[in-house]
Nanobody
Framework: EVQLVESGGGLVQSGGSLRVSCAVSGFTLDDYGIAWFRQAPGKEREGVSCFSKKADITQYSDAVKGRFILSSDNAKNTVYLQMNSLKPEDTGVYYC????????????????????WGQGTQVTVSP
């Protein structure tokens, strides 16, 4: 069964750090990419970062570039998103999704094109 499970969310003050995880099963990170998205209340789902070993890319949105760092552990089939210097506007539910990198030419996928998602993990950054 193909499955993605996010974890690691929580409450943190502005300027703090948090690491969220995306554990995947049913496929290998060697072949399929993982994209991180977030969704704040009342807002559209926003792309945050994506990773593909197959396509040899790690990308970040302008909103998080320089603050967030994506890493992966192939042995654990897990992708991590280290979030530093957190701001209240980083608050939202963080989701990971699987994507097929061979269709994107090194770009991160758009949320509406994806169908395989985790359940999300809540990240709340207080002022």
């Amino acid at each position: 069964e193909v499955q993605l499970v996010e974890s690691g969310g929580g409450l943190v003050q502005s300027g703090g750090s948090l690491r969220v995880s995306c554990a995947v099963s049913g496929f290998t990170l060697d072949d399929y990419g993982i994209a991180w998205f977030r969704q704040a209340p009342g807002k559209e789902r926003e792309g945050v970062s994506c990773f593909s070993k197959k396509a040899d890319i790690t990308q970040y949105s302008d909103a998080v570039k320089g603050r967030f760092i994506l890493s992966s552990d192939n042995a654990k089939n897990t992708v991590y998103l280290q979030m530093n210097s957190l701001k209240p506007e980083d608050t939202g539910v963080y989701y990971c999704a699987a994507y097929t990198p061979w269709t994107l030419n090194g770009r991160c996928p758009r949320a509406y094109t994806l169908s395989l998602w985790g359940q999300g993990t809540q990240v709340t950054v207080s002022p």
